[in-house]
């Protein structure tokens, strides 16, 4: 009788550990173990389903959010280390069973009194598996700790130091300073730090607001120099930009609330000192300045505090770094920006600015001197800087991209934890609806409202002590009117549907006969929802023109006709220099209008002016 002997098995104890590289447990149930390798894979299989449960639940943009929030990301640390260690056992374990040979010596849950064959070309192997898994374990927690830092960072409260309020205001004459006649109704009562009464609320159902702060420290300080609160409907996916002007004056405060028993029923100071001046108060104001921003902003705008829920606060110099760190942004100037006192270093000293009209690629320093430069020393100025941040926000929108995001990440993240802070909550609840209606913005086809001079209040000498400054008083009632008008849905009936489709391009030079910047009608045009930009500000004509680009009225016939009206000039375009309707044809411009707001024909006063719109 012949008796077969069974010859040990050798497996490839590589091999083990390479599989249990991919999942702990694989190795051993390669080896032949198979009760430890269940054992070792029950961890990491039920770990892999909880979060492909969470996924399914939340998307992959909800999962993500969760993923990264900081309550998660803190103990993820932990865990990262808890999981290499558990997998470098695992490895090290399917390496050295498989190590020995299968038979009698090895009873198939591990235990076995024989001795390994260890391979020197397979332990060569063991360590290279080792070294790449302790790397990637690495990697992720770099990332990780770099997440956690920057998002914690980003959402923590902002601390100002503390800073007390200037004496308050005071007008020096009771007259405002004069404004165009084709802004009609423009007040001319003297503000005075009397209650406000309490509006209707403007209804905000399906609507979210955010403000968006560009802040100033320069010299040591907190200003808050950049103030948007963008606007938009859920359901329709539209936004609107809402700007004030950093120099707003006796900005009403909400009757019986906390900025009203701290302040009175108007805020004596410039608006940009309001967040510095109101944040070492957190018993009226649990989120500091921040909260009193939000609530004077939603006041004013939308007659209710509780508008405007959150705020993303940025720096200016992190702003340029986060330009700088994207590639830098290519704005169409639409006139050359001339400023001989825009700011220095903090240092008092002022320098002077000039960037050329067209396209240019920018670099953070050019974009940020392009979104701070006032444009010249005048008080109406405010009006232009608003506008060009906004061009600035929507120039960043189109051309950002997640390749740029990605290849640039490391650098991004520096740039935003030190520039960036907001209150919106993290994970996918609020932010995930934000995000969701982020796809569908094109802030390309955004409105923006500034609201300065131009027919939303008027700008005026005011004194404190020795101390005397220009600001702007707003007009609360036609602001309001304004946005209810965004908010509601509701074209100005004086605009057609076809003008409001048409977005013409329009610029608006300074004509040398008029009292005020041509900015005022830049505003007037702008708060009807047209595409009107500021030109330049030095004076071109002595009469009011209204100049056809490349043949636009027939490009635009409804915004040609429209501005025929409002101007108050009548007639076919015309090369002819003498006429209010000229035409003209220039191969490096796109078709448009050009307004020269000089005085209407035959005037004898600048009191006169176009016939308003009814």
Known sequence: MTTTVRQPVQHSAFAAAFLSFVLPGLGHIYAGVYRRGVVF?????????????????????????????????????????????????ATVDAYRLASYPTGDNLDGKGWTSGRPRFNPFSIVGLVAVLIVM????????????????????????????????????????????????????????????SPTPAPAQIDLTGRINILLVGVDRQGGGFRTDSMIVASVDKATHKAALFSMPRDTMFLPMPPNSALS???GPKFGNKLNALWAYSDKYRNLFPGGGADALKQALGYALFGRIDAIPYYVLVDFDGFENVIDTLGGVTINVPAPVIDDGYPGNGDGQHLRV????????????????????????????DYNRSARQEQILIALQQETDVGAISSHLGDLIDALKDS???????????????????????????????????????SNLFTSGTSQQYGFVPDIDRIRAAVAQVTSGKLDP????????????????????????????????QSLGLNAQPGSDQPVSNELKLVVVNGADVTYPNTFAMLEKMLGVSGPPTTDGSTQVQSAVEPSEATGFVIITGLPAGSASSTAGPTPLP
Request: proline content about 9%.
């Open 41 to 89: 894979a029950v961890l990491p299989v039920s770990t892999a389903c909880a979060l492909l449960i969470q996924l399914a639940r939340l998307g992959p943009i909800g999962f993500g959010l969760w993923a990264a929030q900081t309550s998660i990301l803190g103990p993820l640390v932990v865990v990262n280390l808890f999981f290499l260690a558990y997998r470098i056992v």
């Open 354 to 381: 000039y960037i050329p009209a067209g396209i240019q690629h920018m670099t953070g320093a050019e974009a940020l001197v392009y979104a701070r430069s006032r444009k010249g020393s005048g008080y109406y100025d």
């Open 261 to 263: 028993s701290l302040w």
């Open 420 to 458: 960036v802070h907001t209150d919106i909550p993290e994970g996918p609840d609020v932010l995930g609806a934000l995000i969701d209606q982020a796809r569908y913005l094109n802030l390309a086809n955004t409105k923006t409202y500034a609201f300065s001079t131009a027919g939303y209040g008027y």
């Open 134 to 193: 302790t790397a990637g374990h690495g990697l992720f927690g770099y990332w990780d700790v770099r997440f956690y830092t920057a998002l914690n960072q980003i959402h923590s409260p902002i601390e100002v130091a503390q800073a007390s309020p200037e004496p308050t205001f005071e007008l020096v004459s009771p007259t405002p300073l004069p404004v165009q006649s084709y802004l009609p109704d423009t007040p001319s009562a003297t503000p005075t730090p």
């Open 494 to 525: 004086s605009i057609s549907q076809g003008v409001m489709d048409e977005q013409a391009p329009i610029v608006v030079e300074n004509g040398s006969g008029t009292p005020v910047p041509a900015g005022d009608l830049v505003g007037r045009l």
